[in-house]
């Protein structure tokens, strides 16, 4: 039998294949539209007569064999990335663009994915390879939305740093970087831009000569560096911290108005307080407690949290949300505050005051008399606080030292609020949470924005007290919005990896404490260890290298626990005037409980909360840094007229490169060179987190308390170098290397390390 041949599908129209790449921008040639059309043998012959002919009409274009309709961008775009819009997202532009053809140059706003590689974080004057495609509703005269396939070029080396004159004209730049000292660039007289002297300015680097300095020419004025209070501007900028709020934002932030009762329960005469730091200027948290009349609960207590509700006033899409999800944090300076929102909304309308009618999402526990949760509910309340407290006032007024603000609290307030802190604790203890002893250092300064000292503030009962309050209503909001199903963003902390479990395990066998090997450890295994040493030599050590060996916290729309705190779900809800995650489990709380309008969009679904989770972590180690970084130069500027001066610390961190100290008094980090410890050679022995004399066995540790001389302070760059005084731990005959025990060191260096030693002690 004979099989007539397959039929053919009909040939496409003009107008068929148009809107076919239409669909498929830049994704397709040839071949695609073929098969698609299934067209074969002659009939591709035909398909290119066709395409020659749109191309020659102007309605095709083809780039790197893809076609697309003319005065449209192909998916896969070569762009330059020129700014930033008022969001502070990245906006590029397709490097090659005929306006005269196609009209103006299309805009690309850069979505970064949840996970970005290094090869897909780009910035402002990279050129890269991006995948576009057009977004469904133009936003800001911007038509399309790209991701970093690949960044071509980076930008031009930009470098900030303190421009400082110099009398023939011109200047140079001291950077701020750490790892730049001794780097400095030359600015011509030309090349200025009118920075003045102590200016902070940004500059572009210009090619290296062989030589004299590499030069470099003034960008933009950041600001005057003339005083410790200006300190943290260098961290902003160099850390890119959005610290200017919009008009938009301001804008908005400025008509906000209070809501009334409707729709809210009426909590006003609640004993609620808050109990803050005592230079707060915010309040978004308030507490109350009382015994539970439950004959079935005895012993029990009812613990309430209110919190500001933030939500009311910051809806999503708004200016105020965009310019939040953007700074993700507050970042807290000695000097200042970068609020994540604005001072009208977090120092006016959401700061529960006292004696003012505040709106607030409020959850209600009740615990029983060994501290664990029973059940708990959410409300959507006005609430008036009763009284503004600070730690220490609240601590002195229980110990029986009562000002006018607090005698009439402590019977009706405080006493039922630490009765049931008193059951939190056995809660906490059974739990077995990570116990790390590493105070926390503040930073006072004087009227002028000068250090004045720098305290370590004393742990009381009452920061206890709020602590665990807010984590049991974190865990409350993680419970209700997973029961819900809804959508959140946890805060998560992942155990410590096997390879940090195993590093800690050798170094503990150095100082004779055993640790299992293998396994999965849990927070009261590192406890059990923290308990071995407490009150001994090696106490801080330890501590130390327990920290060290943790994972960072951090956000994510997954959940996989909260190791340190030993518990399995956990988000922040406490705080949604300063942080974003807050604000996002909030919303999540008023959708699932059907508290409002104004609660998480649907279209934040699980991949749009990773995407944020993502951006407000990355957000919230940028805010530790410039934190931290802002500290070590108050602090390099405080020790700065103090060069020759002798301190007492402890050897903070041991590398290759040498050894970091901690001084007792001020906190302070500074280095000591390795080829400045002495006249033997040390090495780096990293299970012992120590330096080791190769002839000696003179052994410099982690932990190890030390005399040091500054001997430099590079206050711009927060950086402090001292030189060792005291010696190392020396080994015993039966320890110390065989080469020394035999043969010893020669005469003249013998003579020169003691010479050494001695100008040290001295």
Known sequence: M???????????????????????????????????????????????????????????????????????LPSVTLADITGRDSDGELIATPTEWDEDAHGPVPKIRIVTPRKARPHEVAGVGDRALLRVEANNEERDSVRYSG?????????????????????????????????????????????????????????????????????????????????????????????????????????EAGAARPPGPAGREDWRKLLLVTIDPIDAKDHDDAVHAATDPDPRNPGGHIITVAIADVAHYVRPGSALDREAVKRGNSVYFPDRV?????????????????????????????VGP??????????????????????????????????????????????????????LKRAREARGPLDLDLPERKILLKADGTVDRVITPERLESHRLIEEFMILANVAAAETLEHARMPLIYRVHDEPSLEKVEALRQFLETLHISMPKGGVMRAGQFNGILDRVKGSDHEKLVNEVVLRSQAQAEYAAENYGHFGLNLRRYAHFTSPIRRYADLIVHRGLIRALKFGADGLPESQDLPALSEIAARISAAERRAMKAERETNDRLIAHFLADRIGASFEGRIAGVTRAGLFVKLDDTGADGFVPARTLGQDYFRYEEAMHAMVGSRSGETHRLGDRVTVKLVEAAPVAGALRFELLSEGRMPTSAQRPSSVRSYGKPRRERDGAERHRRGRRR
Not at 19 to 29: H, L, R, S, V, Y
Not at 54 to 72: C, I, S
Not at 345 to 360: F, H, T
Not at 397 to 416: Q, S, Y
């Open 2 to 72: 004979i099989r007539p041949p397959p039929k053919q599908a009909p040939f496409p129209t003009k107008e068929a294949v148009l809107a076919f790449i239409g669909e498929n921008p830049g994704k397709i040639g040839t071949r695609e539209i073929a098969r698609a059309f299934g067209l074969k043998n002659d009939r591709r012959v035909e398909l290119k007569r066709m395409l020659r002919e749109l191309a020659d009409e102007g309605r095709v274009e083809a780039r790197h064999k893809k076609l697309h309709h003319p005065g449209t």
């Open 370 to 423: 060994d501290g664990r949760k029973r059940s708990h509910t959410f409300h959507r309340v006005l609430m008036r606080s009763a009284a503004k407290l600070n730690y220490t006032q609240a601590q002195m007024a229980i110990g029986g030292r009562t000002d006018e603000d607090t005698a009439p609290l402590v019977d009706p307030v405080l006493k039922p609020l630490y009765a049931a802190y008193d059951a």
């Open 147 to 251: 991701r970093v396939i690949k960044i071509i070029d980076k930008a031009k080396a930009r470098a900030l740093g303190i421009f400082r004159a110099l009398p023939s004209g011109g200047g140079r730049l001291v950077p701020i970087d750490k790892k730049q000292l001794g780097k400095e660039l030359s600015i011509p007289r030309d090349a200025t831009n009118d920075a003045e002297d102590g200016d902070l300015i940004a500059v572009s680097v210009a090619q290296h000569s062989r030589l004299g300095l590499p030069t470099a020419r003034v960008e933009e004025r950041l600001g005057s560096i003339k005083s410790e209070r200006a300190i943290s501007l260098i961290a902003i900028h160099a850390h890119d911290i959005p610290h200017v709020f919009p008009v938009a934002v301001q804008a």
């Open 338 to 366: 970068v609020p994540m929102l604005p001072e009208r909304i977090s120092n006016d309308l959401c700061s529960l005051k006292a004696g003012e009618d505040r709106a607030a999402l409020a959850v209600r526990m009740i």
